[in-house]
């Protein structure tokens, strides 16, 4: 498919997706709007960075406009949930550049923002209402809104719905909508929940399958480095210093130490922000739009952050703990290598992490090279074999590494910083193993985390 022509897209649709540089379908677009256009429910499965956003939203506001007419007061034309507050805002920022000159308006409803502001807005009625669930259910107990005339719904991000508990709420608002709609539901992995989430919502649904879900993006360079944990913030800090003005996300397990670890690499001179439950919208909102910008270089985050964020400029993404779902591992790297752009991953693995890093291979189906550090002695091998070294050498056991010992074994797949021989900690790229903005202090032991 060579351009938007002839997929059945409003003139004006296609105008704006030319002033917004988008000039070729990607294959989700391609081969879903078609179906979309002639009214089909659509099951995508589909990674972030597929472009699925403007797949679901260009026909969603070609359809509105060709219906050509108003939404009643607190009425909602069409519905788009998403699981977080962060997705949920750029959602409704592509729509509005889609729907950019035509008479649709979109609205976004999140948590932590004003219930009376926002019902205030459904008041006079929405063609396009981008929520997270738990705001939406509030509005709705509410009578803030009305789905009774919703003849469209979008679920986003699906299988992180599931996992952060939106069940109850997502079965709660089906029956609240009419059987008259279209559906389409996009998930980047399939669990069995899954299935029958798509079974009652959809009806003989096209399927679109764009990867195969749960799978990194192949252009992402991946690597794992051994670390102990009480020596991951020095370590961070010098792959940090290897690229100043690359933007970098690196993702923590917990909001308290997300906190913690982006106040002390503020305190080593690096500019961060952070994002995690415990902050309030506006500061999210802040923080994001800050990194987003550039302005601030390193932002630390929780899972929050894991799923949907779109910043093509992201280069790399740190696991500065390993997820304890695996599947959260696919979606934290694919924050980068984004838009056609190349990305690195990089994965610290203390000796208590073990086994996440052995769940996270046998997800994504190979093994992560081993880029720095020595994993302890007897660590199992992944059934799909291990391309890099340094499983072998050196290791202390369970409690912690040992210092010695470079990577053994090939060379390491990922062409970024390589390990220092003596500290499993990254040397330059000209051999200089000092970084250019050194951390004036080094962390207490497990402080940082
Ligand atoms: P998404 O998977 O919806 O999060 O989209 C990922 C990124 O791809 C966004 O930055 C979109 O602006 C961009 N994108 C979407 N469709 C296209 C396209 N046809 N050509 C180039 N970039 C696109």
Redesign the pocket.
């Known amino acids: 498919m060579e351009n938007f022509d002839g997929l059945g897209l409003s003139s004006l649709v296609t105008s704006n997706l030319a002033g917004l540089g988008?000039h070729?379908?990607?294959p989700i677009?391609a081969e879903g709007i078609p179906a979309l256009i002639a009214g089909r429910d659509l099951l995508g499965l589909a990674q972030?960075?597929?472009?699925?956003?403007?797949a679901f939203g260009l026909p969603i506001i070609t359809r509105l406009i060709e219906q050509n007419r108003r939404p009643n007061p607190k009425t909602v034309r069409a519905l788009i949930l998403a699981p977080t507050r962060e997705l949920a805002t750029q959602i409704a920022d592509n729509l509005t550049a889609y729907a950019q000159g035509s008479p649709i308006r979109v609205f976004r409803v999140v948590g932590g923002a004003s219930i009376f502001v926002q019902s205030e807005r459904l008041a006079r009625g929405v063609d396009v209402l981008i929520a997270t669930p738990g705001r939406l259910l509030d509005l709705l107990e509410r009578r803030a809104l009305s789905l009774a005339e919703t003849r469209f719904l979008v679920l986003d991000e699906a299988d992180q719905m599931l996992d952060i508990g939106f069940i109850h709420a997502l079965r709660r608002i089906a029956g609240l909508l009419p059987e008259q709609r279209q559906t389409m539901l996009f998930s980047a992995t399939m669990p069995k929940l899954m299935e029958e989430l798509a079974d009652s919502y959809l009806r003989n649904p096209v399927r679109v399958q764009v990867a195969p879900p749960g799978q990194p993006v192949e252009k992402i360079d991946q690597g794992v480095h051994f670390v102990n944990q009480g020596e991951k913030a020095a370590l961070l800090a010098e792959y940090l210093a290897k690229h100043p003005g690359e933007l970098a996300l690196v993702f923590g397990r917990t909001k308290h130490g997300s906190e913690k670890l982006s106040k002390l690499l503020t305190n080593w001179g690096f500019s961060v922000g952070s994002i995690h439950g415990n902050k309030s919208q506006g500061q999210r909102e802040r923080a994001l739009a800050s990194f987003r910008s550039g302005e601030v270089q390193v932002l630390v985050a929780t899972d929050v952050a894991a799923r949907g964020l779109?910043i093509?400029e992201v280069r790399h993404v740190y696991n500065y703990e390993l997820p304890n779902v695996p599947e959260n591992y696919v979606h934290r790297i694919g924050r980068t290598a984004?838009?056609g752009r190349s990305g690195r991953a990089v994965a610290f693995c203390a000796p208590g992490e073990l086994a996440e890093l052995r769940g996270i291979e046998k997800t994504i189906k190979k093994a992560i090279p081993v880029i720095g550090g020595d994993a302890p002695v007897g660590m199992p091998e992944p059934s799909a074999g291990r391309s890099g070294g340094g499983r072998n050498g050196g290791g202390g056991g369970g409690k912690s590494y040992g210092r010695g010992g470079a990577p053994k074994g090939g060379k390491p797949a990922f062409k970024g910083p390589k390990p220092a021989a003596k500290h499993a900690k990254v040397a330059s790229e000209g051999g200089n193993a000092r970084p250019a903005r050194r951390p004036s202090r080094r962390p207490k032991s497990e402080q940082a985390a």
Do not use: M, S, V
């Open positions: 988008l070729k379908p990607t677009q972030t960075g597929t472009g699925k956003t403007a779109d093509p984004r838009a």
